[in-house]
């Protein structure tokens, strides 16, 4: 039986360390508190499912790609509808100070 620690444990799994502690905390991985620190049999890594990457999940990119996209091309599309020509800039009505 060797025992590692949570760092060791995280690197194995592919997870950070905060995570393995969570995994412990919730019972999905066992270990046993020595020293100030937990230590886990290696053994017990065998039982463990972890998905994917640490961290948040990634956005829905696509859509977002697509979104800026039709907004691309509405903008293009008023652009050429004024004969490709820059509307001025508006001022912006400016409130004097007392």
């Not at 590692?4 to 905390?25: K, N, P």
Request: proline share 4%.
């Amino acid at each position: 039986m060797k025992l590692i620690s949570t760092d060791e444990a995280a690197e194995r799994l592919g997870v950070s360390g905060r995570r393995v502690r969570q995994l412990i905390d919730e019972g999905k991985l066992a270990a046993q508190y020595v020293g100030g620190g937990y230590v886990i049999d290696e053994t017990a890594l065998e039982g463990v499912k972890v998905y994917g990457k640490p961290g948040r999940p990634p956005s829905d990119n696509g859509q977002k790609k697509a979104s800026r996209e039709a907004l691309k091309r509405k903008a293009l599309a008023r652009w050429e509808g004024e004969g490709g020509k820059l509307a001025p800039a508006k001022k912006s009505a400016k409130k004097k100070g007392k």
